[in-house]
């Protein structure tokens, strides 16, 4: 599970993409509750956006902002049912996290070693998320959170290494360009379908 990423400072990457500006971001660094750079769609106004969000979906029913410590990372085969992620999910509340690299820990030496990950072009990565809106209750405040999907990994070159030799192996699912507007305008459906190994382009160990 991916518990820290570099949130993107590639701002020509995004213009090329997404035809947007990139937000700046206060932190390179992004753990549970920072916050993050992402694309999203609003299907409501049909707009798609880019904006700071907090990496750890907050549903509209949570006490306070700490529950996104929990929600940082949603299972693919279970997001449409668990009720943190349900309402996310079945709204097409789909986005892309903006990452340069994210970060596992491997234990082939034995111990735990920080490993970062990214594209094998060194280019950024956009990572398959939801999104969610959140109402923070003294002040009234609309905060954007996001939870990142993960997928099983053990036919992965590079995420089946991470982690402890019997744990289960999972990845986040870095998506290929050409698949960008396809996630963003997919049905639950078709989202599904997406969150895939081939979906993923080359990784590397940076």
């Known amino acids: 599970m991916c518990v820290q990423y570099l949130t993107t400072v ?22 549970p509750t920072y916050p993050g750079a ?18 750890g979906l907050l549903p509209s029913w949570a ?7 929990k929600t940082y990372n949603a299972r693919a085969e279970t997001v449409a049912e668990k009720p943190s992620y349900k309402n996310a999910w079945t709204k097409r509340h789909y986005a892309l996290a903006l990452a340069d690299a994210f970060y596992e820990p491997c234990y082939e030496s034995g111990k735990a070693v ?3 990950i990214k ?10 998320s939801i999104w969610d809106t959140w109402t923070e209750p003294e002040t009234g405040e609309l905060i954007v959170s996001f939870s990142m999907l993960t997928i099983e990994a053990n036919n992965h070159p590079v995420m089946n ?11 986040v699912v870095p998506l290929r360009p050409v698949l960008f507007n396809a ?3 997919a ?11 081939e979906s993923i382009p080359e990784l590397v160990i940076a």
């Open 10 to 31: 590639n701002t020509d990457w995004v213009k090329t993409h997404f035809d947007l500006d990139l937000p700046a971001s206060p932190a390179h660094d992004v753990f």
């Open 63 to 69: 006490k306070e902002e700490t529950f996104g410590r």
């Open 114 to 116: 920080r490993t970062a």
């Open 183 to 185: 996630w963003l305008n």
């Open 161 to 171: 290494r991470m982690h402890k030799p019997e744990d289960e192996k999972r990845t």
């Open 38 to 55: 992402i694309v999203l769609k609003s299907h409501n106004i049909g707009r798609t956006a880019t904006g700071l969000a907090r990496f």
């Open 119 to 128: 594209q094998a072009n060194n280019e950024p990565m956009a990572i398959a």
């Open 187 to 197: 049905t639950p459906e078709e989202a599904q379908a997406l969150l895939q190994l």
